[in-house]
């Protein structure tokens, strides 16, 4: 029988995968912001493409002369939002069956070349408690300290 840690580690997986997935398994590194605070659930995801660090809408931005373009649609990408959201949700309800803190947070990172991933999680409130910040406020913060920081 499959324990806790296995299924979390799948649901993490899962939400890698179909981040790879959106760009055709060409990226450098991979990352996922997941959210589940109160009644909100949210995602977001950008990648590390050619040294240059890009949210998911703006793949194409990265590529050099004569790479394949991504199929960056808005479609595919509340696609890829819809999933991760979908795997928020399966986590919670795990980590409810198992008696276990839900993750107010989670920052994914998946270093395509070495296949290191790496994961922090967060179990206090993050913008519920605040007036002005959001999941999406939060989110581009991360993207801006990943940038900024090269993580």
């Known amino acids: 029988m499959k324990e806790f840690e296995d299924l979390f580690s799948e649901l993490q997986a899962d939400m890698i995968s179909i981040c790879m997935e959106y760009v055709e398994d060409r990226a450098d590194k991979v990352y996922v912001y997941a959210s589940c605070e109160g ?18 809408h703006q793949v194409n931005d990265a590529l050099e002369d004569g790479e394949e373009r991504y199929d960056a649609s808005p479609q595919r990408g509340f696609m890829v939002l819809d999933i991760l959201n979908e795997d928020i949700e399966k986590i919670e309800a ?58």
């Open 94 to 151: 795990l980590c409810e069956e198992y008696k276990r803190d839900v993750p107010t947070e989670m920052k994914l990172i998946y270093d395509v070349k070495s296949g290191h991933f790496k994961a922090e999680y967060n179990y206090e409130l993050v913008y519920t408690n605040d007036d002005s910040k959001t999941s999406n406020y939060i989110a581009n913060e991360w993207y801006e300290e990943v940038k900024n920081n090269k993580l």
């Open 39 to 56: 009644n909100i659930i949210s995602s977001k995801f950008f990648y590390l493409i050619n040294n240059q660090y890009v949210k998911s």
